[in-house]
């Protein structure tokens, strides 16, 4: 999936995204953080399922971010 290898280039910051949502960029500041405290592929596949369970829950709102992240 696009979106995944986006997101995981995001959380390992490969590539820089910011949002206008405070919630999604203090997800992503988090998740970031946690990855570099343990950059093992089970971690990243736990951001990555958490990141995707936020945009599931807000995804009313979260469209323009998503089309915005599947373009980077």
Known sequence: ??????LQ?????EAEYKSTNLGLNLLIS???RRYSLN????ELD????EIK???EKY??????DVDA???L
């Open 59 to 64: 995804a009313n709102i979260m469209k323009k």
């Open 69 to 71: 992240i599947e373009k």
């Open 53 to 55: 369970a936020f945009f």
């Open 1 to 6: 999936m696009e979106l995944d290898f986006k």
């Open 9 to 13: 280039k995001i959380i390992k910051k």
């Open 30 to 32: 988090r998740l970031q």
């Open 39 to 42: 950059p093992s592929q089970a």
């Open 46 to 49: 736990n951001c990555l399922r």
